[in-house]
């Protein structure tokens, strides 16, 4: 026995096991792949049909009931399910397990006309109205009361099922900028709450001196206006917490139902990544997240003439690093097979695309991929929306035949694959956090000083090079731990505090590589600047002094030099005034501040700490900066061109190819390539088994 802990203890560390496996999903199904049908939209006597094809092309699940309040009450108070039992027995009969949806997306008519309050304001005055989707406001008492109804009775029918392995709830819930009344009256609680009922806290915090704009009561208080170029930001900044909290807390008193009567089936959500909207992960009883993912929709962010065939290389990545961290796993409940109705201009993928996408997906160490959608619509707004199968319902499209590929592919890999986190020490050893708190964003765009900053845009500087260095990426929030990882970045941490500046301080004393960059640590949580040197809140911690920054014309840009090699930049520069210990790293020329630097490092305790004050025009110098100090810490790291990427799961090794031209990759010794070959063609994946 003795011996058996030792050799499970001696397999963990080798392997670097940092999450405990999943409870959800089995390990050796690698994952599983699913596929949306709405049986409310088709003939009953095609759904048997299309379950046996479903299951012959080889899903394992599908996706039901997301849209159909309507049908499953139809009128208040009754419930009709036998439908949807129905649709359940014949799914399973087909081996296909079901994930059910709350349907709150879609209010049935009777709600919106007997309840008109239950819909969305706009900030215009424009109130939504029944025949489209989510135009039900998540502030409304009303609307919450009759979505909780609904939900507990489906969760009391189908919460004990073996059949359902899930729950999803609403449909790409975002954050509402809802001028309902009922948000306003929110609103008010939400500030009463955290400011103790105390105005004087929220004229402090909100700095209403300025300008007369000082509240006497909470009464006073209304949503701010967009249309207002000049509203307080800092009262926008508690308008969008708040507004992210109303969807968290819609979403998680949701899964708190479905938790009364659900047995052994996991709750979640398909987010889309809109990264700044800041309520990601906020529902904390939520089991994972989950996101939605198009990738071809007529802008080209892909690399060459057609590159928008293929889409932008790092989509699907960010996405899988910004999700996985919330929960250590997730899923992804809606990948394109095909042409989209909603882009500028939906055009057919590249051969292969969707295949890539899929093997991105599960690069990033994903449970599930689901499609949507199983058939094209033959009515309804998404008419010209690809499925697996064409209008006829039988013929299988080119996604989907791309999707039984991949289905097919993953069987093959189930019978050999090792655990998830069997993953080669030098990957291990480059693992990379980003800190990213979507308040940053939100301040700074409220007062960006120059046109052409875009913090998401700075952000991805530092991911694109992390990626060509094939490192395993986790984006966290504060709440998780550090010291996990060997280097932290902290890209814009435009607000922060005394607490997390020791957090960060104690990160690097104890042996942490923090980098931390320009406009970080410039504003408290209520976005104020303290009364203190500008920026100074990290002296003690960088060992530098700010003299000022500079912003400079795009047309213009200005010159950084370090290592005999120029850079261009322009959007933010910092001009520092470095401590005895720290070690600069360039300099600016051409400037009255010729010969001062932006950048500089030091050792602090068993760690080091290294801040990059200047954001350049094309990413050349952070990608320089982070070459040069992961060779200081002897972090060995990969060179890939943008358009490649490379990432390890359950002794797997997974190389995309993005890029418009074909790429050789090098096995590592002694792997072995199970899918694809060595020469990657466009839109190509290679898997290697690692050596035994
Ligand atoms: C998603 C949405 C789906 C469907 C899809 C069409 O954004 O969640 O319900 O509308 O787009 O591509």
Not at 54 to 59: A, K
Request: charge should be negative; include cysteine; proline fraction near 5%.
């Amino acid at each position: 026995m003795k011996k058996l802990i030792f050799t499970l203890l001696c397999a963990c560390l080798t392997t670097g096991m940092l999450f405990a496996q999943p409870a959800w999903f089995n390990d050796k199904d690698l994952t599983l792949t699913g596929a949306y049908y709405y049986p409310e939209h088709w003939d009953e006597s095609q759904w048997e049909r299309d379950f046996k094809q479903m299951h012959e092309l080889g899903f394992e699940f599908t996706h039901f009931a997301e849209f159909a309040w309507a049908q499953l009450e139809p009128e208040e108070g009754k419930y009709d399910f036998t439908w949807l039992d129905k649709a359940v027995a014949l799914a399973d009969k087909y081996q296909l397990k079901v994930i059910m949806c709350t349907s709150t997306a879609t209010p049935p008519v009777w709600l919106s006309r007997k309840y008109p309050e239950i819909l969305i304001k706009q900030e215009d005055g424009t109130i939504l109205d029944h025949g489209a989707r989510q135009h039900a406001s998540f502030a409304s008492p009303v609307y919450r009361e009759l979505s909780y109804k609904m939900i507990e009775k489906l969760a009391q029918h189908y919460g004990n099922d073996p059949r359902i392995i899930g729950w999803q709830l609403d449909n790409e819930p975002a954050v509402q900028f809802d001028y309902n009344p009922a948000a306003e009256v929110a609103f008010r609680q939400f500030l009463r709450n955290k400011y103790h009922n105390n105005i004087k806290e929220v004229n402090d915090a909100w700095g209403t001196a300025f300008w007369s704009e000082v509240y006497s009561s909470f009464d006073e208080i209304t949503l701010p206006k967009t249309a207002q170029m000049f509203m307080n930001h800092h009262q926008i900044l508690d308008y969008r917490r708040f507004a992210a909290g109303q969807t968290n807390d819609f979403l998680n008193e949701q899964c708190l139902l479905i938790k009364k009567h659900a047995r052994n089936q996991w709750v979640t959500t398909n987010y889309i990544p809109n990264y700044d909207e800041g309520h990601i992960g906020g529902s904390p009883d939520l089991d994972f997240v989950s996101y939605t993912r198009y990738m071809v929709y007529g802008d080209n962010e892909g690399i060459g003439r057609r590159g928008y065939r293929v889409g932008n290389p790092l989509r699907i990545a960010f996405a899988n690093d910004f999700f996985r961290p919330v929960q250590g796993t997730y899923g992804v409940m809606e990948l394109q097979p095909g042409q989209v109705n909603w882009g500028s201009i939906n055009p057919q993928p590249l051969p292969g695309a969707v295949r890539l996408w899929l093997w991105s997906v599960f690069a990033g160490g994903s449970d599930f991929t689901c499609t949507y959608r199983y058939r094209q619509p033959l009515y309804g707004t998404e008419q010209y929306h690809y499925g697996i199968v064409n209008t006829d319902g039988t013929t299988i499209t080119p996604g989907g035949r791309e999707f039984e590929q991949f289905m097919k592919e993953i069987k093959q890999l189930r019978t050999q694959a090792k655990a998830r986190e069997v993953k080669p020490a030098d990957y291990r050893a480059r693992r990379t956090a980003i800190l990213f708190n979507h308040e940053n964003a939100w301040s700074i765009e409220r007062q960006k000083q120059n046109r052409t900053w875009n913090t998401m845009a700075h952000v991805e500087k530092y991911y694109r090079t992390l990626k060509s260095f094939g490192a395993p990426v986790d984006i966290i929030n504060e709440s998780k731990d550090l010291s996990q990882y060997p280097v932290v970045i902290a890209p814009a941490y435009q607000m922060a505090d005394k607490a997390l500046v020791d957090r960060w301080t104690e990160y690097v004393k104890q042996g942490g590589n923090l980098v931390l960059t320009c406009r970080t640590a410039q504003k408290d949580r209520y976005g104020r600047l303290p009364e203190a040197p500008f920026g100074s809140m990290i002296d003690e911690l960088t060992g530098n002094e700010m003299e000022f920054y500079d912003l400079l014309l795009p047309e213009e840009p200005g010159k950084y030099v370090m290592d005999g090699k120029e850079y261009t930049w322009n959007t933010w520069g910092e001009i520092l005034k470095p401590g005895k210990d720290c070690h600069t790293w360039g300099k600016y020329i051409e400037e009255f501040y010729e010969g001062k630097p932006a950048i500089s490092t030091r050792k602090l305790g068993k760690g080091s700490i290294t801040y990059v004050g200047i954001d350049s025009t094309d990413g050349a110098l952070e990608k320089d900066v982070l070459k040069k100090l992961y060779a200081e810490l002897n972090i060995p790291v990969m060179d890939l061109p943008y358009g490649v990427t490379m990432e390890y799961r359950n002794g797997l090794g997974i190389v995309l190819n993005y890029s418009d031209k074909p790429y050789s990759f090098t096995l590592p010794a002694g792997a072995k390539a199970l899918i694809g070959t060595t020469d990657i063609p466009t839109a190509g994946v290679l898997v290697f088994a690692l050596k035994q």
